[in-house]
């Protein structure tokens, strides 16, 4: 991959200007006030540069962690922070990226990435030398005059990337943005993303269903507990990235969580009527899926 010409949209790593820590204490979320809460007790630190994954089956307050992480939602009890700062809403210092692009159909790609250059007030100067920085960060550089209907389905999601860049921020929130993507583009995502990863040391806490992508990208994976949301388990990725998808240490990692997931998908449905119930699809069909390195949840 090409060598960063400037040194744009990357956090600090040096321990004193290191930024994108990531502090959740104790945070819990009833939506309704009453019965099960959606999330409850989480208590979750994200080192500047980490790259966090979080799985955990349908409805375990994956999203809802993400969202009072991004200052969308408030918790009602405990307290979410940024480098120390109290989290008290949606700042630049943190990007959302969703399943959904959400792009404006009538803006080409750069015009999509520099729209939040433009709201913030940023001189054209400086949106120009942003844009062209996070466009290249994407391999989409090429692509910067295309409308959204003549991009691929990954190529949309790498523009909706390149816009949570641009505002350089120090954590980037990921909510399952590769699951509607087919097998063969989503490993080449996997791999770009840990590329410009590599090269941002951003902050990053990715949501998704797929235990495969988790062991593919994380240092860290959460596994969570449903009704109410909790961490059931914590588990480290010791190995370097980017990571070879046919190893046997990832093969082997993808059975041992998919384990921890099914236990609990199986204590979960025990509180289910039938007609409610998830039921995931074997561990074995993980091992020929080297493409998506493991089936959702
Ligand atoms: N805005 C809301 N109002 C009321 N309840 C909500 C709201 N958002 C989420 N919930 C509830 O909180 C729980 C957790 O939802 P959340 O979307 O965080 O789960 P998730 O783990 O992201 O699920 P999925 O994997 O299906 O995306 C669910 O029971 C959901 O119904
Ligand atoms: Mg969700």
Known sequence: MARPTSGILRNETSAVSARGRLTLSNVSKNFDGTGVPAIQDITLECQPGEFVVVVG????????????????????????????????????????????HGLFPWLSAAQNVEFG??????????????????????HLSRSAGKLVHELSGGMRQRVAIARSL???????????????????????????????????????????????????????????????????????????????IDSRDINDLVHRIRREIEDEVNRVNANLAPEDQWKPKAAGDLVDCSANLGSGI
Do not use: Y
């Not at 809403?89 to 969703?98: E, K, N």
């Not at 583009?185 to 990715?206: A, G, M, S």
């Open 117 to 138: 250059l433009k709201m913030a007030g940023f001189s054209r100067a400086d949106r120009q030398q942003r844009v062209a920085e996070a466009l290249r960060m994407v």
């Open 166 to 244: 641009v505002v350089d921020p120090a954590v980037l929130l990921m909510d399952e943005p590769f699951a509607a993507l087919d097998a063969q583009t989503r490993t080449l995502l996997h791999q770009q993303l840990q590329e410009l990863w590599v090269e941002t040391k951003k902050t990053i806490l990715f949501v998704t269903h797929s235990v495969g992508e988790a062991v593919r990208l994380a240092d860290r994976i959460i596994v969570m507990h449903a009704h109410p949301g909790k961490i059931r388990a914590e588990i480290d990725i010791p190995l370097s990235h980017p990571r070879d």
């Open 57 to 100: 089956p349908s409805g375990c307050g994956k999203s809802t962690l993400l969202n009072i992480a991004a200052g969308m939602l408030k918790p009602e009890k405990g307290t979410a922070a940024i480098d120390g700062r109290l989290i008290q809403g949606p700042g630049p210092d943190r990007a959302m990226v969703f399943q959904d």
